[in-house]
Every structure is written in structure tokens, then in C-alpha cells.
């Protein structure tokens, strides 16, 4: 029986296209627990750990992402130098013979409105998920001026609908890149976004059961003015190459350190 295992990751902030980066599929068992699994000992996997014990479970497992344009990597030089793109070439390497497929939906200009309205996390979860990534699409939030009580809402409503469509999978839920405003033709932080992102980061970050990755966090390490910031999101809300480097190395590290258990 054909069975893909999708690692979900809604990607979100300033747009996207919709976008198959790989598409291998081999047959696999029926994704059930299997008779020698101990679930208990998956509480201690880090998020490699758990997708490496899946394929060598199911022979197969998948990453899907989510989002807008940062999560199809509009900014980068080359598709491979996006955040997603390097994910995907880091889970070539899982092991020697099997490699997880990641699936890229980003959709460019999507909010989480737009996730919501349209239906993507349900149109393309099914119970053959292993982790679903849902990067939150704030920055469009933002520009749309959506309040950060409806976005952190319709955050919500998406882990629901990943979790139901996908009732084996681990959840991950991503912020994006900061952005800048240009001022005088100057480039600045843009205050009023970096409120509008933290309100909703320490309400994400505080509930139990959320696995977060705040984006934002890397860019503002190496970066404390928007001049600064130039060197990493050239257009004042895509990523450059350089920009998704940090990104990149951000969520490996979280991969590698982050036990699934935190997310039940």
C-alpha cells in the first residue's frame, strides 16, 4: 500500500507560490502502530530522532510546508538557499538510504486568513503525517491589519485542523522574518510590526502543548538597526540568501534540541 508521511510546515509572512519540491513516493507499510513501537520512547526523540524512527518504521516519511512567499523562499538567490530549501537538502541526510520528502506549499500574499479561508491545511493533510510545520502568515496579518487577537485566533484554528486531519503528527507553528519600514527614505526596525509579532509570540510561547519557533530571533542576534538588517532582507520583508542562512540554522538547532514530547 502507498503511504507518504508528511512533515507539515506552514510558512507565513509575506507570500509565496504554490510549489512540489519533491515527490518521491515508495511503498511502504500501513501507518499504524507498529507492534515493536514504543511510544513512550518517542517522547524522548528530538524532531530528526522522531522523523529518522519513521522512516525506518514506515520506509517513508514527508515534509510539507506551509505559508506564504517566505515559506516558497522569495528573497533567495536560488530556491536551495531558502530556509526550506536547506531543510530539505539537511533531510537528504537523515540516513544512508532513505531521505524524507519535503512537500513546499507556500502560496504568495497568504495571511493566516487566507490558510483558514481556503482550506490548505485540509486540503492537503491525512492521517499519513508525521509533523506538520504552520509557519503563521503574520506579517501579511500585519499589513492587512488584522489584530493580534484574531491572527493568534486563527493560529489556533489551524493547529485544530492539522491535528485533526493528521492525528499522529507533531505540530510545529512558525513566526517569520522581521521586517523594515523606511523612513525617509531611511531604513528602520519596524516598531510597530516587532509589537505586533511579540504580542503573539509570548502568547504562543506561553501555552503548553505548542511547539514554537520564533523566527524573528536570529535576524534581531545579528542585527539591531535597520541598516543592519538590510544585510539580511534586502526589500524590507523577504529574506535574502544570506537572511534565510539564519533562518535556516535557527530551526536546525530547534530540530535538534526539542523533544516531541513538549508538543502533546
Not at 108 to 116: A, R
Amino acid at each position: 500500500m502507498r503511504k507518504r508521511f508528511i512533515l507539515l510546515i506552514a510558512a507565513a509572512a509575506a507570500g509565496g507560490v504554490w510549489m512540489l519540491v519533491s515527490s518521491n513516493e515508495e511503498s511502504a507499510p500501513e501507518k499504524t502502530k507498529a507492534p515493536d513501537e514504543d511510544l513512550s520512547e518517542l517522547d524522548e526523540m528530538d524532531v530528526y530522532s522522531f522523523l529518522e524512527h519513521r522512516l525506518h518504521t514506515y520506509h517513508a516519511s514527508t515534509v510539507a510546508v506551509f505559508g506564504s512567499s517566505v515559506a516558497a523562499g522569495t528573497g533567495a538567490d536560488r530556491y536551495s538557499e531558502s530556509w526550506a530549501g536547506r531543510l530539505e537538502e539537511r533531510l537528504q541526510h537523515i540516513t544512508d538510504e532513505q531521505h524524507v520528502e519535503l512537500n513546499n506549499h507556500g502560496v504568495d500574499g497568504y495571511s493566516s486568513e487566507d490558510m483558514l479561508e481556503r482550506g490548505v491545511v485540509e486540503a492537503e493533510l491525512s492521517q499519513e503525517v508525521d509533523l506538520v510545520i504552520i509557519e503563521t502568515g503574520i506579517l501579511n496579518d500585519f499589513y492587512r491589519n488584522i489584530s493580534p487577537n484574531s491572527s493568534i485566533d486563527n493560529i489556533h484554528q489551524l493547529i485544530q485542523q492539522a491535528r485533526a486531519e493528521a492525528s499522529d503528527a507533531v505540530v510545529i507553528v512558525m513566526n517569520p522574518n522581521p521586517a523594515i519600514a523606511y523612513e525617509n527614505g531611511e531604513p528602520e526596525l519596524d516598531a510597530e510590526y516587532q509589537n505586533f509579532a511579540g504580542q503573539i509570540a509570548e502568547e504562543l510561547e506561553r501555552e503548553e502543548g505548542i511547539l514554537f519557533i520564533n523566527a524573528s530571533m536570529p535576524f534581531y542576534e545579528k542585527a539591531d538597526n535597520g541598516r543592519e538588517m538590510e544585510k539580511y532582507i534586502g526589500d524590507g520583508i523577504h529574506p535574502n540568501s544570506e537572511g534565510y542562512q539564519l533562518w535556516y540554522e535557527h530551526v536546525n538547532a530547534y530540530f535538534e534540541k526539542t523533544h516531541i514530547q513538549q508538543a502533546q
